[in-house]
């Protein structure tokens, strides 16, 4: 996801109706979130957890919700998906970063990049891979499954280096 | 004063109060004391249940928003304070029932014995206020009518004598009559 791709995602979401986008900021999404920022619909938590829990609120208030975040704070919000999100069946969609898809990427992100699709398979979690050709396909899927009340995951693969 | 008491004597003062509540023995008291629609029983997902009520304060500025949060709670979310002040929504009452301890989980201390919570939330912009009695929370309770949010009410309570009985709703049942009445009401 280039820079163009992530601009028009942020921008496709937002005429979709997706009126929140709460996190924790992440290199492998940036040009996502500067659109946000510049569009004044970014609200940058403290925590992926936080994000979570001020996404549902204003999902619970009828405001579509989605929350973003690196993996590695991904890891940090398992409970709060199975005990918040999973359990009352709140419609969020995630923005994950993957860190650690390219086995040359930084050390500390070498095992959760491995173990991530497992982690979202046995969580039940439905996901879409982004890329290029495809996105918006994939962020229309997404709409889809919270028009339909259940939560579901985009990736955004790590394919760079700096 | 009695936790149980503290949550009764605000809920009665304030039924137009849509209320999130921290896991627990909180959820539990208020699910027995004073059940009704716009309660939010946050039963899973412990420390969220400011963050809960920060998202549902920014989008529903008429109502007011009560979160009934627990020291052990607000200890593990303490970025919330630093969110909630940085938002500022005018319209969020951020109490903490503070027993010192983590009562649902058999009694542990916590370490809001020796830290001031509400001197924390004062450099993070809240109005703060602290409560020991039932006339303090009275008092308070007509003053909140006209003061402008985010304001954070540490109450200083006893544990019940006994144990409230568990919320009966199913976790989704919780969430549809919730959304529900703020539809019809917002």
């Not at chain 2, 940085?86 to 201390?109: A, M, Y």
């Amino acid at each position: 996801m280039d820079k163009i791709d992530q601009i028009e995602l942020f921008d496709f979401l937002l005429k979709n109706k997706v009126e929140n986008f709460i996190g924790v900021p992440d290199s492998t999404m940036k040009h996502f979130i500067h659109r946000g920022l510049e569009k004044n619909k970014i609200i940058i938590s403290t925590r992926e957890e936080e994000a979570i829990g001020i996404a549902t609120g204003m999902t619970l208030a009828g405001s579509k919700s989605l929350v973003f975040m690196q993996n590695a704070g991904f890891g940090n919000s398992i409970s709060t998906i199975t005990s918040l999100v999973q359990m009352y069946k709140i419609p969020l969609i995630f923005i994950i970063g993957w860190r650690g898809f390219l086995s040359s990427d930084a050390p500390e992100h070498l095992l959760f990049g491995k173990i991530q699709p497992d982690i979202l398979k046995l969580l039940g979690i439905k996901t879409k891979i982004l890329d290029s050709k495809t996105w918006k396909k994939s962020a229309e899927w997404a709409l889809k499954n919270i028009e339909k009340g259940n939560m579901c995951a985009l990736i955004i693969r790590r394919e760079f280096h700096d | 004063m009695i936790k149980k008491k503290a949550i009764e004597e605000i809920c009665l003062k304030n039924n137009n109060a849509i209320i999130v509540s921290a896991n627990g023995f909180i959820s539990r008291d208020l699910f027995e004391s004073f059940d009704k629609p716009d309660n939010f029983y946050m039963i899973g997902s412990m420390g969220l249940a400011s963050s809960i009520g920060l998202g549902i304060a920014t989008k529903c500025p008429k109502r007011k928003i009560f979160i009934f949060d627990g020291d052990g709670n607000i200890l593990m979310n303490l970025g919330s304070l630093v969110t909630i002040g940085f938002l500022k929504p005018n319209n969020l009452v951020h109490f903490i029932f503070d027993n010192s301890s983590h009562e649902s989980t058999g009694g542990q201390p916590t370490m809001s014995s020796k830290i001031e919570l509400e001197k924390i939330a004062m450099v993070t912009n809240y109005k703060t206020f602290k409560i020991k009695t039932l006339n303090e929370l009275q008092e308070l309770l007509i003053k909140l009518k006209t003061i402008s949010g985010p304001v954070l009410v540490l109450v200083k309570v006893k544990n019940n004598s006994k144990i409230s009985k568990r919320v009966e709703y199913e976790p989704e049942q919780i969430k549809e009559q919730f959304m529900n009445s703020i539809r019809e009401n917002n």
